[in-house]
């Protein structure tokens, strides 16, 4: 989704933006473009459609100037393109702005704006809802207020969140960042005669660790020596920066020819940092520290209700099979984004557990503000990024300790998010007296295993390659799974579509023959997932089912399982596990062949097209 960065101090601003601009990347863009600003008040701004390094070949001099913003867009209003691309100016040319959100009553505001612009002489520059902000801006301040009095009235105006960075020609020392709602973060970074501000901590990291969280509703002015943050009826403040301990190291690439593939790896240590401390065996206890909510909290939920999307929501879906299984407590899953416009019937009594990585997907937070608005529901976070509105939204918070992730496509914080729920269970199962010391004990020690699983499941990596290349034409793949196995097919399904750009269906295994098997012949492979669980036997139907219609099949199951092997074309061992927790073992796997379909394709892996690290938007 969009990125933002802004810079003021001693140095030139091009380049730095541009670097940050580099490090919002896998954010997801389709156009990207900055302004500087010098000292006499000269403007330039610089933009393109396509990737940064079109943005820089169109550069012949890097413009002079110790001021400036720039920005990296996911078109939503206008295609991507060079006059839609960010920043915009107001018809004046003195306010310059970049934004991330939707300005959702942009139609109205460019109607009533409009005949200002004709009295210039001037139209609409862009197709972007985007443009009607450095007009509003502009306007307020014609009427003679100053730059932060005219933002607030500007922001006071649109409908929908929003975060802006902006600049004014008549102030070369300050830059200006404002949020409104939940569209994604602005930090604020301090150096030494130097400010920053990005959408992301990764675009400060090189230079600085000192960082303020913008706040919803906060205006800050921003010069070269710190900033001064503006609130609604309050006396403006200059915030204390914290330290962040983000290693840069982290989310440098190493030796990896992708983010995705290092992420992949990093993922039996990813998950020990997500269990570390929180699955204890002397005596037993689940998630005993850091968790807001009480044993006798927990007693009093009857029902909870796993909310999130994309693969944070195949992560709800096993959620669910654990809340059930392990705590004994009615559990169900929902998609955020059709939850919040449905009329579910919880209650105060229902625990919420959101599962977004980012802490900042809108859908997301649109649940959570509505489980908070409509039933004051006990809400739990599971998140990889302390600080995001998730965090500040929910009671409690499970932080996966995963470290940054960049490639867009969700890894290592998938199977951290599942260890999560997979602890949350252990622990209202205790409270609730699901589990008994010795039962809690048998779950922990099952979940400390797990970091070994995915470890010997990376070691696919080879045969997943020679299969993938057998299957660098194929246009659909069918993913099959049964019960806790059904989510990762689902998750396999998803990643295929998303890095691949293979259409690829997950589907739970019995409903194949209620319509899918209509799609299947030789050239129609189906991925099965056949671990040696309860449902192994009826999976095993399902795999005749399919080589009748002579699909080829690549199955995946338990180590040495000849019986399964046989049957398929391609097969693929991975570690035993016990029956709730083979989505470990398999997922490194589904992870695995995904990437290879990808790569031998020749597809940009860590930056899919039309996708976003980050939704920001509804
Ligand atoms: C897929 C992927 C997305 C996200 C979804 C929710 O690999 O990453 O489907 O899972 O956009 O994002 P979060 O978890 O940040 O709420």
């Known amino acids: 989704m969009c990125g933002i960065v802004g810079y003021v101090g001693h140095q030139s601003a091009g380049p730095i933006l541009l670097e940050g601009l580099h490090r919002l990347e896998y954010r997801g863009y389709d156009s990207s473009g900055i302004a500087v600003l010098d000292r006499d008040g000269a403007i330039a701004v610089l933009k393109r459609q396509g990737k940064l390094r079109d943005l820089e070949a169109a550069i012949d001099v890097m413009p002079a100037g110790g001021a400036g913003i ?10 991507p393109s060079d006059r839609n691309a960010h920043p915009h100016a107001s018809s004046s040319g003195d306010v310059v702005v970049v934004q991330n959100g939707i300005v959702e009553n942009y139609r109205s505001l460019k109607v009533e704006l409009e005949s200002s612009l004709l009295d210039r002489g001037q139209g609409w520059l862009s197709e972007t809802d985007t443009e009607v902000i450095p007009e509003l801006i502009a306007r307020e301040l014609d009427r003679g207020c100053s730059f932060v009095e005219a933002l607030r009235a500007a922001l006071g105006r649109l409908q929908g969140a929003n975060a802006v960075a902006a600049f004014h020609r008549a102030d070369p020392s300050r830059i200006y960042a404002a949020r409104k709602g939940s569209a994604g973060g602005i930090v604020i970074g301090y150096g030494d005669g130097e400010m920053f501000i990005a959408s992301d901590l990764p675009a400060l990291l090189p230079h600085t660790t000192a960082v303020y969280h913008l706040e919803d509703g906060e205006i800050a002015t921003i010069d070269a020596e710190g900033a001064v943050v503006d609130r609604a009826n309050q006396p403006p403040l200059r915030p204390q920066p914290q330290r962040v301990e983000l290693d840069p190291v982290a989310i440098a690439r190493g030796p990896y020819r992708h983010f995705m593939l290092k992420e992949m790896y990093e993922q039996p240590r990813a998950l020990s940092d997500t269990i570390r401390g929180r699955a204890r065996l002397d005596p037993p206890s689940a998630l005993a520290d850091e ?3 009480t044993d006798n909290q927990l007693r009093s939920v009857e029902r909870v209700l796993v909310i999130g999307m994309g693969t944070s929501l195949h992560a709800a879906m096993i959620g669910r099979w654990w809340l059930e299984r392990i705590a004994g407590i009615p559990a169900d899953f929902d998609n955020a984004s059709e939850f919040r416009f449905r009329a579910p019937v919880i209650g105060s009594s229902t625990l919420v557990v959101s599962v977004t990585q980012s802490g900042e997907t809108i859908d997301t937070l649109g649940a959570m503000d509505q489980v908070r608005e409509r039933w004051g529901a006990p809400q739990v976070v599971i998140t990889n990024v302390d600080g995001s509105e998730a965090t500040r939204k929910a009671d409690a918070s499970i932080l996966l300790r995963c470290g940054p992730e960049v490639g867009v496509a969700s ?3 998938f199977v951290g998010s599942l260890a999560a729920l997979y602890l949350l269970a252990c622990r209202i199962g205790r409270a609730r007296g699901a589990l008994d010391e010795t039962e809690l004990t048998e779950s922990l020690e099952h979940l400390l295993t797990v970091p070994s699983l995915v470890e010997r499941g990376l070691q696919l990596s080879e045969q997943c390659s020679e299969i993938a290349k057998s299957y660098t034409s194929a246009a659909n793949f069918l993913v099959l799974g049964r019960g806790i196995e059904h989510p990762i097919a689902m998750e396999a399904a998803l990643k295929c579509k998303e890095i691949s750009y293979v259409h690829a269906e997950g589907y739970a295994a019995g409903e194949m023959k209620h319509g899918p098997i209509a799609l299947l012949d030789q050239k129609f492979p189906v991925i099965a997932l056949a671990t040696r669980g309860p449902l192994f036997d009826k999976m095993m139907s ?49 992870q695995l062949l995904a990437y290879h379909i990808a790569l031998a394709r020749g597809l940009d892996i860590d930056q899919p097209r039309n996708l976003a690290k980050t939704v920001t938007v509804e």
């Open 70 to 79: 720039g920005h990296t867009r996911w078109a939503t209003h206008g295609v």
């Open 291 to 293: 968790f807001n909510l």
């Open 411 to 413: 890894t290592k914080t």
């Open 542 to 590: 399902a795999i005749q089912q399919v080589s009748a219609r002579q699909a080829p099949v690549i199955a995946i199951g338990d180590e040495g399982d000849t019986e399964l092997a046989e049957l398929a074309d391609h097969y693929l061992g991975v570690p035993h596990a016990t029956d709730l927790l083979t989505p470990f073992a398999l997922t490194p796997v589904v």
